[in-house]
């Protein structure tokens, strides 16, 4: 067996080479991506908005969240994330005084729900549907989210995690 001798007259910086070597790894993530879904008719994420992120506040295991006319919690049938330092969770206000919780984690492969549209939360990842009460309504996502009691009192919700 004959050995090829390298030119190293055109050698790759090592810059160069790392660029190249994300490039590949890029193409290889969004085919992944694309090829998974598990549904008959996946739904395109990107339909979604984001939800906007609520101001919050933890002490110990409570979040406290201001809901005023300025909230993007403000009005029945919104949602948003409240970013905290026991997590991201995703808020809805469900009726006068009500809301809902949930931990925003997919059951499908651990993604971040971000998105909002047609009083549903979509996962981006592979668009996985869920209601407001956390149920699966359009998979690939095995099981619901887990969802955690709240109480609304004088303007301020309260989660507890």
């Known amino acids: ?16 080479f790392c660029a190249c070597a994300c490039q590949a790894a890029s193409l290889l993530a969004v085919g992944a991506l694309a090829g998974c879904g598990g549904s ?6 990107t339909d979604a908005p984001t ?4 101001p919050s506040t933890v002490s110990g295991r409570v979040i406290s969240i201001t809901v005023d006319s300025a909230s993007p919690l403000s009005a029945v049938g919104s949602a ?16 006068q005084d009500a809301f809902t919780a949930l931990t925003s984690v997919c059951t499908h492969e651990g ?7 047609n009083n549903r939360y979509v996962c981006p990842c592979h ?3 869920y209601t407001t009460s956390g149920t699966v309504v359009q998979g690939p996502a095995p099981r619901s989210l887990q969802q ?6 004088n303007g301020v919700l309260t989660v507890t995690v």
Do not use: W, Y
């Open 80 to 95: 948003a994330m409240a970013q905290t330092s026991l997590g991201i969770f995703l808020v809805a206000h469900t009726g």
């Open 51 to 54: 939800m906007s992120v609520v």
């Open 111 to 117: 993604c971040t729900v971000t998105g909002f549209a």
């Open 40 to 45: 008959s008719s996946p739904t395109n994420p």
């Open 1 to 16: 067996m004959k050995i090829p001798l390298v030119d190293h007259s055109s050698r790759q910086t090592r810059r160069e």
């Open 148 to 153: 955690f009691p709240t109480q609304f009192a």
């Open 127 to 129: 668009g996985s549907q």
